[in-house]
Structure formats: C-alpha cells, structure tokens
C-alpha cells in the first residue's frame, strides 16, 4: 500500500468544546471530536474512506 500524505488544519472550537478538522487536500473531510486522540483516530478512518 502507498503511503500518502495529507494536510489538515485542527483548531479546538471553544463555543461547541470540540476539536475540528478540515482539509483542502481532502475533499468532503470535517471532522469533530472532543480529545485530539479521538481527532486522530478519526482522521484515521476517515481520510481511506474519503480518498
């Protein structure tokens, strides 16, 4: 499998208590979760389903 890299931005969302997580080189991701450990797991499963 080919190892691919992907830019995403994350900024903790103060009024909603979540982290969120956008991409340009990822169409269609947004993401939320309350820790940045659920964050990156997410990111995990997302981004394979988006791609």
């Given at each position: 499998?080919?190892?691919?890299?992907?830019?995403?931005?994350?900024?903790?969302?103060?009024?909603?208590?979540?982290w969120?997580?956008?991409?340009?080189?990822?169409?269609?991701?947004?993401?939320?979760?309350?820790?940045i450990?659920?964050?990156?797991?997410?990111?995990?499963?997302m981004?394979?389903e988006?791609?």
């Amino acid at each position: 499998m080919k190892q691919m890299t992907f830019k995403v931005q994350a900024f903790w969302d103060a009024e909603a208590e979540v982290w969120v997580t956008t991409s340009k080189d990822v169409p269609g991701l947004v993401i939320e979760a309350s820790t940045i450990e659920v964050l990156t797991q997410k990111l995990r499963e997302m981004i394979p389903e988006l791609i």
